[in-house]
């Protein structure tokens, strides 16, 4: 069974800027999961999505958003990039939240 | 915040030797994971514990769940250099459907 898969791995933006990440669930798996990971905030949840549907949101402003599509593969949306920004995201799929969640390589984003 | 809190935050033990991390909560949970990471790479999932369960094992790991003192405990025995890596514990909340991680303990193993 192929694994979780984001694209990019790596990249580079400048402040302003908005950006999008891919997320492709393994396959069977409905719940898809963001995260967001720095070295002074560790992981944070971003957002949850099951079936289409945004389940829950983490703590983040209106500039980071996301989807999910019919086919479970989800994208997740910054816009206006700050530097505060640069980070590794994470992106997660499972049969559902409480499942044990199986995590994509990530993409690291660096704002400049 | 974070609901889990892992301790310590940093660990540094020979090889062959065991290794034991800890990790609090502050609510009531449906279940309690641990996960591994690799230096800038995705988390592997090591073992769940639901709430109604005391012990688990998995291989050389062995994870207790105590909910009166709200806390578990992450046992790696016989440990690896290839055991090198930071460790999260995470928490589905009752009522909330995301899984909420700790600040994680770094294991290095010294050959």
């Known amino acids: 069974k192929a694994g979780v898969t984001q694209t990019p791995r790596y990249l580079i933006k400048t402040r302003g800027q908005q950006v999008t990440l891919s997320c492709s669930p393994i396959s069977g798996h409905r719940s898809v999961s963001w995260y967001q990971q720095t070295p002074g905030q560790g992981l944070q949840f971003l957002f949850e999505?099951?079936?289409?549907?945004?389940?829950n949101k983490g703590n983040f402003p209106g500039r980071f958003s996301g989807r999910q599509f019919s086919n479970s593969r989800s994208e997740m949306n910054v816009s206006t990039l700050e530097l505060g920004d640069s980070a590794l995201y994470l992106c997660?799929?499972?049969?559902?939240?409480?499942?044990?969640?199986?995590f994509g390589p990530g993409t690291r984003l660096t704002v400049t | 915040s974070q609901q889990g809190e892992e301790d310590p935050q940093a660990l540094s033990i020979q090889e062959g030797e065991n290794a034991t991390m800890n990790c609090s909560y502050k609510?009531?949970?449906?279940?309690l994971q641990w996960y591994r990471q690799n230096s800038g790479r995705g988390l592997v999932h090591l073992i769940l514990?639901?709430?109604?369960?005391r012990e688990k094992h998995s291989g050389r790991l062995r994870v207790t769940l105590d909910t009166s003192k709200k806390s578990s405990s992450l046992l790696i025995t016989a440990s690896r250099a290839a055991d090198t890596a930071s460790y999260f514990c995470?928490?589905?909340?009752?009522?909330?459907?995301?899984?909420?991680f700790g600040q994680g303990t770094r294991l290095t193993i010294n050959p």
């Open positions: 999505y099951f079936s289409e549907t945004q389940r």
């Open positions: 609510t009531s949970i449906n279940n």
């Open positions: 514990i639901r709430s109604n369960e």
């Open positions: 997660a799929s499972s049969l559902d939240y409480s499942y044990e969640q199986y």
């Open positions: 995470a928490t589905v909340l009752q009522g909330a459907q995301k899984l909420v």
